[in-house]
């Protein structure tokens, strides 16, 4: 490796592990403190209210997960393969979840069923400040980002196969799910996976739109805010350090199951 | 029967306008010309795969301009060969016949003749990033013959191989199409290892066709 070579992985070796380092001491914190104080925070885990919000955030964030790989995955394949009038702005809309304050999607998503004709949905069902606005909310933001990774990986994808297919005697639906889908697999385990982390860490949207009602709207995130708010901080901490074990073993299966992609390694 | 009543074609920048062709009897037919003239974009309008701007397409008589590709029931081989990277050579060669809905026995019997006959039996396990360029083609010719077709495209076929596969697969193909009485349609800007047997051959010369030897 020439000297200029060396100095350039070396920045970026430093740069990595100042990174690294630094993720490994955030998790090491909260290991610290709960092992200071393991009685404090273990008997927070054996609230009710607690136990509930962690089923709670398990149960909405897979079915958010699920909707959000559906509609995310349909809307990304059809502005990657279709040309229709409008497609740029429906492409610019898509990305909105993502870069609006998590607290303003909450909000309109408040305003909308309350103060709007689908309010009369929210009287039928009872979606605001309910769980179904928990899974809404989650969902909202979880699309926008498996409809960014999906658009990349059709967009990467050579369309000849799938014409192939038809020529070969399937349907476009068919060639969709025998060669598309299948091909795309990578990026669909990395889009639901990263549906997933945003819907189980959700916060700011569910606080507004779903509340932080204890034993009915309280999933982890909001189980964090109210015990630093009762000065609970050993609680915080320990839900924070089970949601960190459970997102890393998310993480682990998504990479044993071939979601992240290797990239070429040189020598 | 292929026929092309002046049709037009439109593609980003190319153009090729007033096209008529008919390929009437069984057997090999050449449609050849110089890189860029058109001669995918003609088989792909044929195979359904690129939309006409006018004109008629018919196959077997019938005009099948806005038909799907599934229902024109023709096998394509494209030059790239575009396998499919996730399924074996078992599941590339039996893909049409599933699509089109033939029992596992047919399919599977129909596959095991085929790559008999292909010389390729000990290759139905292995996925398409296992095979050399030469295996590849083979599949991909037996994948466009498997589903019986009577009307088959083949665009640049056999152009990526070396000498002695190329003669003897050239030589299979022409005793295939003989006794299948399948029409054939390739497009070539290398038509020598063809010409022999070719019953017609047409040149393409944007934005006309006209009449070869």
Redesign the interface.
């Given at each position: 490796m020439i000297r200029s070579s060396r100095y350039f992985v070396t920045v970026m070796g430093i740069m990595a592990l100042i990174y690294v380092g630094l993720l490994l001491a955030m998790v090491w914190a909260h290991v610290a403190l709960v092992s200071g104080n393991p009685q404090s925070a273990w008997s927070t885990l054996t609230r009710p209210e607690i136990q509930q919000a962690i089923l709670l955030s398990l149960g909405t964030s897979l079915l958010s997960a699920v909707l959000s790989v559906w509609i995310g995955t349909a809307i990304a394949y059809l502005i990657s393969r279709v040309r229709f009038p409008f497609r740029p702005l429906v492409d610019f809309l898509m990305d909105l979840p993502i870069f609006l304050p998590p607290l303003v999607v909450g909000v309109s998503l408040l305003i909308l069923f309350r103060q709007t004709p689908l309010s009369r949905l929210d009287d039928l069902f009872g979606i605001a400040f309910q769980v179904p606005a928990i899974v809404l909310a989650q969902t909202i933001v979880g699309v926008a980002f498996v409809y960014r990774t999906m658009k990349a990986t059709f967009d990467s994808m050579?369309v000849?196969?799938e014409?192939?297919?038809?020529?070969?005697?399937?349907?476009w639906y068919?060639a969709f799910c025998?060669?598309t889908l299948?091909?795309a697999s990578p990026g669909l385990v990395t889009a639901a996976a990263i549906a997933w982390a945003r819907s189980f860490g959700e916060f700011g949207p569910v606080l507004v739109f779903a509340g932080s009602i204890r034993g009915r709207t309280e999933v982890m995130p909001v189980s964090i805010y109210l015990e630093l708010n009762s000065g609970n901080l050993d609680g915080a901490v320990m839900i924070a350090l089970i949601m960190v074990v459970i997102a890393a073993i998310v993480l682990s299966v998504t990479r044993l199951t071939g979601g992240v992609q290797r990239g070429g390694v040189r020598r | 029967m292929i026929e092309m009543d002046n049709v037009s074609l439109k593609r980003g920048s190319f153009r090729l306008d007033k096209l008529s062709l008919c390929f009437g009897q069984p057997g090999i037919h050449l449609l050849i010309g110089e890189t860029g003239v058109g001669k995918t974009s003609v088989v792909e309008a044929i195979?359904?795969?690129q939309p006409v701007a006018s004109g008629q397409v018919k196959l077997r008589g019938e005009n099948v301009t806005g038909v799907?590709?599934?229902a024109?029931?023709?096998g394509?081989l494209?030059q790239?060969v575009?396998l499919?990277?996730?399924l074996s050579v078992r599941e590339n060669l039996g893909?049409?016949c599933a699509?089109?809905k033939w029992s596992p026995a047919s399919t599977r019997e129909r596959v095991n003749s085929l790559s008999a006959s292909l010389g390729i039996s000990d290759l139905l396990q292995r996925f398409p990033e296992q095979l050399s360029g030469g295996q590849k083609h083979c599949v991909a010719l037996g994948?466009?013959l498997a589903?019986d077709p009577d009307i088959v495209c083949l665009d640049e076929p056999f152009a990526a191989l070396d000498g002695a596969t190329r003669d003897s697969m050239i030589q299979w193909f022409i005793n295939y199409v003989d006794e299948h009485e399948v029409t054939v349609l390739a497009v070539t800007h290398q038509p020598q290892w063809l010409q022999a047997v070719a019953k017609t051959q047409l040149k393409l010369d944007n934005p006309v066709v006209s009449p070869g030897t």
């Open positions: 050579p000849r196969q014409e192939l297919a038809q020529s070969l005697g399937c349907s068919s025998k060669i299948p091909q | 195979c359904g795969l799907s590709p599934a024109r029931s023709i394509y494209p790239d575009a499919f990277d996730h893909f049409a699509a089109r994948r466009a589903f």
